[in-house]
């Protein structure tokens, strides 16, 4: 039975964002060669796996500790801020059939926004890793806004609504504040999806407050769940997706 909607929130990493390839070490060599600096490559590369070992994964210095990258693998150098994210965006990938179905979603009628866990402060759009993205990849068209735990960015005007500040997924916080905004636009939960890799932050929370729920497992494949539907390529949400009019 297809799902009749209104709305669908897509999930950032692991889903639209497929990081499969990218090589860390690759872009420290792009950066610091950047810099004019080919001979401290080495010395990076150890300094940043060093990073790696402290905090866990490179995700998590990455997301969570993007200053450290700048003042310890980079000496403190300005500019490699600048260079280490533009270097970074030109190794990720769009998950499998996105741009397709994003297009026939937009002509169906149906709302889209991007969801994402970002935990660095917004600033000005294309300065963080999910605005840049879209705008590499001649997304930002298809989406509304990015909702985030820093706020929400209006993708027609750039400003950011903090309402959403100090939420998360996880927590269901966000989905509740989603809610809210949803509601003000007649849309209620059973008329929007959400699409996502992750079970605990973008299935289960979303699931238990009403919404349809869609597991992306095209760049990993988090096990069973309770999502309503599991597609590894975003094309197949075609099958299985209608407009809700009334
Ligand atoms: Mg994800």
């Known amino acids: 039975m297809a799902m009749e909607l209104k709305w669908i929130g ?23 060669k950047d810099l004019g600096e080919p001979e401290l490559i080495e010395e990076r590369i150890h300094k940043y796996r060093i ?13 969570g500790h993007r200053d450290e990258i700048m003042s310890y693998v980079f000496d403190r150098r300005e500019d490699a801020r600048e260079l280490f994210s533009a270097r970074e965006q030109q190794h990720l990938l769009m998950g499998k059939g996105l741009r397709e179905t994003l297009q026939y979603l937009k002509n169906e009628g149906i709302h889209m926004a991007v969801v994402a ?19 590499a990849n001649q997304l930002t068209q298809y ?12 993708l027609n005007t750039g400003s950011v609504d903090l309402a959403y500040k100090g939420k998360t997924k996880e927590e269901g916080t966000l ?12 849309i209620r939960p059973s008329e929007g999806a959400m699409v996502g890799d992750k079970i605990t932050t973008d299935i289960l929370p979303a699931r238990k ?38």
């Open 143 to 154: 989406f509304e806004e990015v909702i985030t735990p820093q706020g929400d960015i209006d």
């Open 117 to 135: 866990e970002l935990k660095k402060t917004l600033g000005a759009m294309g300065t963080d890793i999910v605005t840049r993205f879209l705008q």
């Open 175 to 186: 989905y509740d504040e989603l809610i809210c905004h949803l509601a003000e636009r007649g």
């Open 209 to 246: 407050r009403g919404f349809h729920t869609v597991q992306y497992t095209g760049y990993i494949d988090m096990g069973p769940s309770e999502a309503d539907y599991t597609i590894n390529d975003f094309v197949q949400l075609k099958g299985f997706v209608a407009k809700r009019v009334t």
């Open 51 to 63: 990073l790696k070992e402290k905090y866990g994964s490179y995700s998590a210095v990455k997301e």
């Open 10 to 32: 897509f999930d950032f990493g692991q889903c639209m964002m497929d990081p499969t390839g990218l090589r860390n070490y690759l872009v420290i060599g792009d950066v610091s």
